[in-house]
């Protein structure tokens, strides 16, 4: 299925857009991997330490943990940490 996808804030900047379409499956372990190979952008490498990977709202690693799907409408972002000091 075609998602889009969201890039917020500083993510954005690194992806070099703020949004587009990518082909997913409905397993959210293959999510990661689409963004990659389909924008380029490392994100597993990222996810834990420097964005997060939002469906609907929620973290892709627990959707993985509880082992729901991804469905077609689907809200999908990837926003940076936010930190302070």
């Known amino acids: 299925m075609n998602l889009k996808i ?3 804030a500083g993510i954005s ?3 070099g857009m703020r949004e587009t379409v ?3 499956s409905s397993n959210p372990n293959d999510l990661l991997k689409c963004i990659e190979e389909q924008i380029g952008f490392p994100v597993r490498s990222k996810v834990g330490t420097r964005c997060m990977v939002l469906v609907n709202g929620r973290s892709i690693k627990k959707l993985i943990q509880e ?4 469905q077609e409408g689907d ?3 990837v926003v940076p940490y936010l930190s302070g000091g």
Do not use: C, R
């Open 22 to 24: 990518i082909t997913v």
């Open 13 to 15: 900047d690194e992806v």
């Open 75 to 77: 809200s999908i972002m």
């Open 67 to 70: 082992g729901a799907t991804i």
């Open 6 to 8: 969201n890039f917020s």
